[in-house]
């Protein structure tokens, strides 16, 4: 999550630092906890913009930001005082909406095989990295002709045996992941195989 707010600097005192906590909360529950977040600034013709990315928050819920500003007081001799917290700013309700498509996959790998009198293509790839994967689709497409999915379902296998084949057709196939919102990547570099 993606957060920017405008800076409001203060007078710079060698016995004041002045920093911001950001709090989030699960819309719906009364609980909020202080985030720890990774921090940047961003300057603009208006002045300088703070951000923070809290990598901490689950997809397809809902959460309540906000902004505090600290001012940490220190001794001359450099030991912190104490803090004290400024005015909170206005809550911003946010929704945590996955629309990001997984990694494309690699080293799609298609062969041509028989078994009993019966040819089929083999295809078998690497399994994906992605934490919130679905499952793979594949894309076949037969000569100069378009790119047509095979299957109805993602699977879940890292391997597919295509049995719908002529002879004297090149076959071209492509591969994409889809994770559990339904996101799908690109399609892989394509692998064919010829069926004499």
């Known amino acids: 999550m ?9 007078a710079s005192s ?3 630092q002045f920093d911001y906590r ?27 913009r703070r951000t923070a990315v809290d990598m ?9 930001y906000w902004v505090t500003p600290i001012t940490k007081v220190y001794s001359p001799q450099g030991e912190m005082l104490g803090e004290i917290e400024g005015e ?10 996955d629309v990001f498509p ?3 996959p690699q080293s799609l790998l298609a062969l041509m095989s028989a078994m009993h009198g019966h040819k089929f293509v ?13 499952g793979y689709n594949i894309y076949r497409r037969k000569d100069d002709s378009p790119f047509v999915r095979l299957n109805a379902r993602p699977i879940t296998m890292i391997s597919f045996h295509d049995v719908d084949i002529t002879s ?23 692998s064919a195989e010829q069926n004499p």
């Open 122 to 134: 083999d295809l078998t790839w690497p399994p994906s990295r992605e934490k919130d994967l679905a």
């Open 88 to 97: 909170s700013s206005d809550p911003i309700d946010v929704v945590t909406h």
């Open 102 to 104: 997984p990694a494309v």
């Open 14 to 16: 060698p016995l004041l």
């Open 2 to 10: 993606f957060l920017i707010w405008e800076d409001d600097p203060e």
């Open 22 to 48: 950001v709090y989030r909360k699960e819309k719906g529950t009364s609980k909020a906890v202080p985030i720890p977040y990774t921090r940047a600034i961003i300057h603009t013709m208006d002045g300088e």
């Open 56 to 64: 901490n928050v689950e997809w397809e819920k809902s959460y309540v």
């Open 168 to 190: 004297g057709h090149k076959y071209f196939y492509a591969l994409t992941a889809v994770d559990r919102n339904g996101n799908e990547s690109a399609r892989s570099a394509e």
